[in-house]
C-alpha cells in the first residue's frame, strides 16, 4: 500500500488547532505536530483531494506539501536501529555489523526477544565496569543474562569460565546461540533457573553481575556474599538514577563498600566489595 505524507503548515500559531481539528475530520486517522507544523499520513485509499479542501477550509493561507511515502522492507529496515557500541576494550555489535571487527574484542549479539544487545545504558554500564573488574582467570555468574552479553563480555576479558543465569525459556535459545556465535561455548554455561537457587550451585565466584531491576537486586543482595569468593567483588545495574540514595543505603546495610560508579541517562550502575 502506498500512503501519503500530507504536511500542513498553517498561515499563523493560533490556526494550529483548527488544522488539527480539520485533519481529524476530514479523516486522518492520526496527527502529530512537528515544529510549527502538523503531520499526517494517508492511505492510498484516501481522497487527498477531498482532505486537501477540508484543509483549506480551515485555514485558506496554510502551506499544504503531499509527498507519497517510500515503500519499506521493514524486515529489514529495523537493523538501521541497532548500532555497534565500543565500550572500552570490547565492542559490542550485531553480525551485520561485525565483520572486519576483531574476534577476540567483539562481542557479537544477534538481537532478539532476549534482553541484551548493547542497545540499553544498563547493559553498557555493566560492560564499562567490567573492564577493571575481570582478572585472568576469574569465575563469573551473571544473574538475568538475557542475551548472555555479559557473560561473554567477561570471558573476552579474561575471565576463565561464566555462568549465564536466566529464568526466561525465551531468552535461553538467544543466548545459547550467542555463546556459540562469539567462540566461547566451552567457557559459558547457559543456565535456566531462578538466580537465587542456581547461584549456590556455582559458587564461589569471584564476580557476580547483574543488571536486573532494584526491587529484584534488593531481595538477592542478602545471597551474593555466601556465594563469592573471599575478594569477590559485585556489578548492579538497572538502577535508576533517582533510586541511588536507597541502593548505596542497601549496599552499606549489607556490608558493602562502593568502588566504582558508572551513569549514562537515567541509569546507574555500581561495582561493589565486601
Same mark, same amino acid.
Given at each position: 500500500m502506498t500512503w501519503h505524507r500530507v504536511v500542513c503548515a498553517p498561515s499563523a500559531p493560533d490556526q494550529m488547532d483548527g488544522v488539527t481539528a480539520a485533519m481529524f475530520a476530514a479523516g486522518a486517522e492520526g496527527v502529530h505536530e512537528d515544529g510549527a507544523t502538523v503531520v499526517t499520513h494517508l492511505p492510498e +485509499?484516501?481522497? =487527498?483531494? $477531498?482532505? =486537501?479542501?477540508?484543509?483549506?477550509? $480551515?485555514? @485558506?493561507? $496554510?502551506?499544504?506539501? !503531499?509527498?507519497? %511515502?517510500? #515503500? =519499506?522492507?521493514?524486515? %529489514? $529496515?529495523?537493523?538501521t536501529r541497532i548500532g555497534a557500541h565500543r565500550l572500552g576494550a570490547l565492542t559490542v555489535a550485531p553480525p551485520w555489523l561485525a565483520d572486519g571487527l576483531p574476534a577476540a574484542t567483539t562481542v557479537v549479539i544477534e538481537p532478539a526477544m532476549a534482553f541484551g544487545t548493547g542497545e540499553h545504558p544498563t547493559t553498557r554500564g555493566v560492560v564499562r565496569l567490567l573492564e577493571s573488574t575481570i582478572r585472568p582467570g576469574d569465575a563469573v555468574a551473571d544473574l538475568g543474562a538475557g542475551s548472555a552479553v555479559l557473560a561473554i563480555s567477561a570471558v573476552k576479558l579474561g575471565a576463565a569460565r561464566a555462568f549465564a543465569i536466566e529464568n526466561d525459556a525465551d531468552s535461553i535459545a538467544n543466548a545459547e546461540e550467542n555463546v556459540v556465535r562469539n567462540g566461547v561455548a566451552t567457557q559459558v554455561a547457559v543456565l535456566e533457573g531462578e538466580a537465587a537457587l542456581l547461584l549456590p550451585l556455582v559458587a564461589p565466584v569471584r564476580v557476580i553481575l547483574a543488571n536486573i531491576i532494584s526491587s529484584v537486586l534488593l531481595e538477592l543482595l542478602p545471597a551474593?556474599? +555466601?556465594? %563469592?569468593?573471599?575478594? @569477590? #567483588? !559485585? !556489578?548492579? +545495574? @538497572? !538502577? %535508576?538514577? #533517582? #533510586?541511588?540514595?536507597?541502593?548505596l543505603a542497601a549496599l552499606a546495610a549489607h556490608g558493602w563498600r562502593v568502588v566504582a560508579e558508572d551513569a549514562e541517562d537515567v541509569w546507574w550502575s555500581v561495582r561493589a566489595a565486601r
Open positions: +485509499s484516501a481522497d =487527498v483531494d $477531498a482532505f =486537501v479542501r477540508a484543509l483549506r477550509a $480551515a485555514d @485558506g493561507a $496554510a502551506t499544504i506539501t !503531499i509527498a507519497p %511515502l517510500e #515503500e =519499506v522492507d521493514w524486515s %529489514l $529496515a529495523w537493523r551474593l556474599p +555466601s556465594a %563469592l569468593a573471599p575478594d @569477590g #567483588e !559485585i !556489578i548492579l +545495574s @538497572g !538502577i %535508576l538514577q #533517582e #533510586e541511588r540514595p536507597a541502593m
